[in-house]
Nanobody, 127 residues
Framework: QVQLVESGGGLVQAGGSLRLSCAASGRTFSSYNMGWFRQAPGKEREFVAG????????YYTDSVKGRFTISRDNAKNTVYLQMNSLKPEDTAVYYC????????????????????WGQGTQVTVSS
């Protein structure tokens, strides 16, 4: 079972930036798509961004397009989420997760298609 550890969350003013990191254990990191999700209080966990196992394809939910960038470094077993122009509505606990399927052709956005969730990191954006 993969272990994922997120870091980089914190408190930031609206318009500011944060960079989240997710370090993964194991030798097969480069063979799995990765995703970032978030969950605000009282809301369901939602897809934020995903990246293919090769890093060649990225996907974003509409509300973060143009502001967030997902990337990965397979040599370091790490996936990143650069968040710019943050808004109060971005406040949530952010989780990284590994696709449950090995080298899946498409990057899923459904929570159920991911396993190996990290513990989450809190992002709070003040207005």
């Amino acid at each position: 079972q993969v272990q994922l550890v997120e870091s980089g969350g914190g408190l930031v003013q609206a318009g500011g930036s944060l960079r989240l990191s997710c370090a993964a254990s194991g030798r097969t990191f480069s063979s799995y798509n990765m995703g970032w999700f978030r969950q605000a209080p009282g809301k369901e966990r939602e897809f934020v961004a995903g990246i293919s196992w090769s890093g060649g394809s990225t996907y974003y939910t509409d509300s973060v397009k143009g502001r967030f960038t997902i990337s990965r470094d397979n040599a370091k077993n790490t996936v990143y989420l650069q968040m710019n122009s943050l808004k109060p509505e971005d406040t949530a606990v952010y989780y990284c997760a590994r696709d449950s399927a090995y080298s899946r052709w498409n990057v899923p956005s459904n929570v159920a298609e991911y396993d190996g969730w990290g513990q989450g990191t809190q992002v709070t954006v003040s207005s």
